[in-house]
């Protein structure tokens, strides 16, 4: 993603969102695996699923400088560049894990006090991220459901689902999972839907729900005809109808 500087109002963030909105859908398309730690790529998500409305209001514009500030402060806490590029691992991890800490309270702090704005939904998110980094996987999973719950059916939605599907599957919960990916891939602006759906198989696969997979994956080629999907899925899939 191209360096730019850091917003200091919502306004001037839409812009800079709304001017990088194909990169981005360039990006999203060659890694399938979002793993979500900027919120500059959480905002891009949030801005292309209509999320970000009506920023020129009071409530909205401190919600978002709150949580750009907070996202600046916690990538120089952990000895990155403010404004862009990948958040690289210190190499002392003791620091690392402090700013995680910190951060996770700050965000969580920020989505609490900016309840009902799309800034708090996103501020979610990047708590239940960090707390996942922390290995703090009840209370990332209390995060993302907060999340998923604020943000009204669009594509944070869709990313806070997945987040949920994975820590499932950490857990052993294979059928959560699917139905964690199925309710991604229920999110009309979610540009992954396809994708979540080939997952959502994969994983009633391994709950033993044959018959619910083939389903998944049916409607899957019905909607997304011409997307790829992961060779081992596909092969996973072959094997399940040829046993048929």
């Known amino acids: 993603m191209a360096k730019k500087k850091a917003p200091n109002t919502a306004g001037d963030a839409l812009r800079d969102i709304e001017a990088s909105g194909?990169?981005?859908?360039?990006?999203?398309a060659e890694n399938a695996a979002l793993i979500l730690g900027s919120i500059a790529i959480i905002l891009v998500l949030a801005a292309g699923a209509g999320l970000y409305v009506q920023h020129g209001s009071t409530a909205r514009d401190e919600a978002a400088n709150a949580?750009?500030?907070?996202?600046?402060?916690?990538?120089?806490?952990m000895g990155a560049d403010v404004t862009a590029g990948k958040i690289e691992e210190p190499a002392n991890p003791e620091l690392a894990e402090r700013a995680r800490t910190e951060y996770a309270e700050k965000f969580a702090e920020i989505a609490r006090e900016h309840s009902g704005t799309s800034a708090g939904a996103l501020a979610w998110?990047?708590?239940?991220?960090?707390?996942?980094?922390?290995?703090?996987?009840?209370?990332?999973?209390?995060s993302f459901e907060s999340a998923r719950d604020a943000a009204g059916?669009?594509?944070?939605?869709?990313?806070?689902?997945?987040r949920l599907?994975?820590?499932?599957?950490?857990?052993?919960?294979s059928a959560g999972a699917a139905e964690a990916y199925e309710r991604a891939a229920a999110i009309e602006s979610y540009p992954l839907r396809g994708?979540?759906?080939?997952?959502?198989?994969?994983?009633w696969v391994a709950a033993g729900e044959t018959d619910r997979a083939l389903a998944v994956y049916q409607r899957f080629e019905a909607e997304f005809p011409d997307e790829f999907v992961a060779p081992q899925i596909e092969s996973l899939i072959a094997e399940l109808r040829l046993a048929r």
């Open 22 to 28: 194909d990169r981005f859908a360039e990006w999203a």
């Open 67 to 77: 949580l750009a500030i907070a996202s600046g402060n916690y990538r120089l806490a």
């Open 125 to 142: 998110l990047e708590a239940g991220n960090l707390q996942a980094e922390l290995g703090k996987t009840e209370h990332a999973v209390v």
């Open 153 to 162: 059916g669009l594509a944070v939605e869709a990313i806070a689902s997945t």
């Open 165 to 173: 599907a994975g820590l499932a599957e950490d857990r052993g919960d």
């Open 195 to 203: 994708e979540a759906l080939t997952e959502a198989a994969r994983c």
